[in-house]
Nanobody, 116 residues
Framework: QVQLVESGGGLVQPGGSLRLSCAAS????????MGWYRQAPGKQRELVAT???????NYADSVKGRFTISRDNAKNTVYLQMNDLKPEDTAVYYC??????????WGKGTLVTVSS
């Protein structure tokens, strides 16, 4: 069973930065893609960023130029560097892993609050 554990969330002021980490229980190289999604209060879960096994990345328009997704296969970890954070980035951030058979695994989430 795949386990994904997120960390790095917290309270940050507008304009600040945070780096989220997602540690997988197995080799992330075996997944087709990994990504970050977020869910704000009263809203649906939405895609933030993904990175494929080959290193291709995709970002939501709202975070382009501010967020960067990366992966360290040796550490079985995926990161989300978030810069210039805005109050609208406040949400629970979830790590996702998708297999080549399109099975999805989710972490339990980490809360990011952007507020002065």
């Amino acid at each position: 069973q795949v386990q994904l554990v997120e960390s790095g969330g917290g309270l940050v002021q507008p304009g600040g930065s945070l780096r989220l980490s997602c540690a997988a229980s197995g080799s992330i190289f075996s997944f087709y893609a990994m990504g970050w999604y977020r869910q704000a209060p009263g809203k649906q879960r939405e895609l933030v960023a993904t990175i494929t096994n080959g290193g291709s990345t995709n970002y939501a328009d709202s975070v382009k130029g501010r967020f960067t997704i990366s992966r360290d296969n040796a550490k079985n970890t995926v990161y989300l560097q978030m810069n210039d954070l805005k109050p609208e980035d406040t949400a629970v951030y979830y790590c996702n892993a998708r297999t080549w058979a399109s099975t999805n695994y989710w972490g339990k989430g980490t809360l990011v609050t952007v507020s002065s």
